[in-house]
């Protein structure tokens, strides 16, 4: 998974590129897509090479899994191909314009619906039905909406994030309070009392390049929601919508001036260096502080998002195993990433190594081992109950998402109210999905 900001949007370019791409090969569908035609087959014996594209295949975590494959499946090689995690959609979309895309990837899992819906992908079902590793009942519900494309399985989950609150315990300590905030009134209360300007430390941090994003779980715990069921009508603008991005923009007075058009992954200094008392940020944060900044071990600790009126919500990402339709050792390529996505194996490339990912099993996230291994994770792994993810199959909303990104901003920077930017975002937003 990226350490850096875990944005869900789809860059336009990419999305026209990825509809030219897989629009150029086979007429059928299934033919090009594969997954309604092919079953689950044996694993192969005869020796088979296959392709892994990611950007983890020289982690020690993955190599030690591979070993263990090797253990098992001798005959089965596997190539790993290695690409940068920001350049990995685009050199998927332009392998699959060529003909030539790898057996299997790790991908965004914000990139499987994308994939699956222009045919290039095999279609799980039918192998995870077989399967006496795969529990998909067991995947905690947004990762299984991740891989989910017109009700069929295109990806198995991997691994995990889910945003939550980090905080500076020594600030809280000086201010006198004892604990993190567990309300939007509590919350309040508590960035207004960590708030001195004229001593250069802000109780909380907003950034306008990344208003959308952020601003997701505010909306859900108000009992809002992006679109439509069908994806096709714009409701981020509704009463609790507005009420949402009000108080989101509220925040900007708690905010440190200099850092307001920055990214989450820039602004750690802020939280590093006393700065900001408060942020709000994925687990990957975690790893993040541990590495870069360990003079502040012991001054900082996590706690789930603040609920709203509609109670707990949180943005939630992950990362998955595809099988590419075009692949010519499709029973290869599940027999490798059926193996990885045993329940023991994810535990070990999640929590029982040094990283911050959490697995997508429910069973595992509830497991006391999880708590007892990863300590800072235990608040992440409660709020995958609640949480969502803004993956939106519609084509076109990458755009209306730059649109409301940029709107939000303007409010940070108070240009207009937080209600007035979601009504300027819903009125472009709806013509660009064709309302």
């Not at 509830?366 to 291994?373: K, Q, R, T, V």
Request: charged share 20%.
């Amino acid at each position: 998974m990226q350490s850096t900001v875990r944005h869900r949007a789809l860059a336009l370019g990419l999305v026209a590129l990825l509809a030219a791409a897989t629009g150029c090969g086979s007429d059928d569908p299934a033919e090009e897509a594969s997954g309604s035609d092919q079953g689950p087959g044996d694993a192969p014996t005869d020796p088979v090479t296959i392709t892994f594209s990611s950007w983890v295949g020289n982690e020690d975590g993955m190599q030690r899994l591979y070993q263990r494959f090797q253990e098992e499946h001798p005959n089965i090689t596997v190539e790993f191909q290695d690409v940068p995690a920001e350049q990995a959609r685009q050199k998927l979309t332009t392998q699959i314009a060529g003909g030539n895309p790898p057996d299997v990837a790790y991908v965004d899992a914000s990139d499987v619906i994308t994939f699956a819906g222009r045919q290039a992908l095999v279609n799980l079902d039918d192998y995870i039905a077989g399967s006496e590793s795969i529990e998909a009942d067991d995947y905690v519900e947004a990762f299984e909406d991740f891989v989910t494309y017109d009700g069929s399985l295109y990806g198995l989950p991997f691994d995990g994030e889910s945003t939550g609150l980090f905080y500076r315990t020594d600030l809280f300590e000086e201010a006198g309070i004892e604990e993190p905030p567990a309300t939007w009134d509590e919350f309040i209360q508590t960035v207004q009392a960590l708030t001195m300007p004229d001593e250069q430390q802000y109780g909380f941090q907003i950034f306008a390049p990344e208003a959308a994003y952020y601003w997701y779980p505010w909306l859900w715990q108000a009992g809002g929601e992006l679109l439509s069921e069908d994806e096709q009508s714009v409701e981020f603008n509704s009463d609790a919508g507005k009420e949402a991005a009000e108080f989101y923009a509220s925040l900007t007075d708690v905010s440190a001036p200099d850092h307001l058009n920055s990214n989450s992954y820039d602004g750690r200094v802020a939280f590093a260096n006393g700065q900001v008392a408060m942020y709000m940020a994925g687990a990957w944060f975690a790893g993040v502080l541990d590495d870069e900044f360990p003079d502040i071990a012991g001054k900082w600790d996590t706690a789930p998002l603040p609920e709203g009126s509609a109670g707990c919500a949180t943005t939630v990402a992950g990362d998955a195993l595809v099988i590419f339709g075009a692949s010519e050792h499709v029973d290869a390529a599940w027999t490798w990433i059926e193996f990885l996505g045993r329940p023991e194996n994810v535990a070990e490339w999640t929590y029982k190594t040094e990283g911050t990912l959490l697995p997508p099993y429910q069973s595992l996230l509830d497991s006391p081992e999880l708590a007892e291994e990863k300590p800072v994770l235990a608040g992440f792994a409660e709020a995958m109950t609640c949480g969502q993810g803004n993956i939106i199959a519609n084509p076109d909303w990458p755009q209306a998402e730059e649109i409301l990104t940029e709107q939000l901003g303007r409010a940070i920077y108070g240009e207009m109210s937080g209600a007035e930017a979601v009504d300027a975002a819903a009125a472009e937003a709806a013509s660009i999905l064709g309302q």
